[in-house]
C-alpha cells in the first residue's frame, strides 16, 4: 500500500466509475481524468481523510484502495475499502484492510475503528466480520440508515493476528 498520489488519477477515475463503487458506495460525478485529479486534490488536501492504493508486491499496477476518514456524523473514523472487480473475491481486500487496521490499531494510537458498509452490500460485510469487527448500531443519515461497525484494540489485541502473521 502506499499513499494515494495525484499520478493515480486513471486508477481513480476507473474505481470510481464501477458498478460496485456506484451501488454501494456512491457517485462521486468522476467523469473524467481532469475530475480525478481534482478528487485526489481534494482529498489530500483534506486532514480528515487518508487513502492508501494497492497494489500486488509482484505487479505495479494498482488494484484498489483502503482510506481512513473522519466524518463529521461519526464519533470516530472510519476505514474503507473498494477494489477493481478484477480483484475481487480473491483474498486482497482482506489483506489490505486487515493490514491498516492492524498498522491504525496497534502502531497509530487508535483505540476504535468504525466501518460503515451499505447494508446491502453482503460481500463487504461479510468481509468485516473476517476482520472481526463487530455491529454496532444503526443512524440515519440523509433518510439513509446507516449500519455502524465497530473493532476496538482491546478487543483486537485478544484475537489478534499478529500470531498469524509472524
Known sequence: ??????????????????????????DRNIRSDEDAKAYIAKILENPDIQYWVVYIKSDPVPMGIVSLVKRDYL????????????????????????????????DCGFNELLAVPNKCNTRSVRLLGKLRFSYKNEIEREGKIIQVYSISKDGFVKRSYRHELS
Open 1 to 26: 500500500m502506499e499513499k494515494m498520489r495525484l499520478s493515480d488519477f486513471a486508477f481513480i477515475n476507473e474505481l470510481l466509475n464501477t458498478e460496485g463503487f456506484l451501488k454501494y458506495i456512491g
Open 75 to 106: 464519533p470516530l473514523h472510519d476505514i474503507g475499502y473498494a477494489f477493481l472487480p478484477r480483484y475481487m473475491g480473491r483474498g486482497f481486500a482482506f489483506e489490505a484492510a486487515r493490514a491498516l487496521t492492524e498498522k491504525l490499531l496497534l
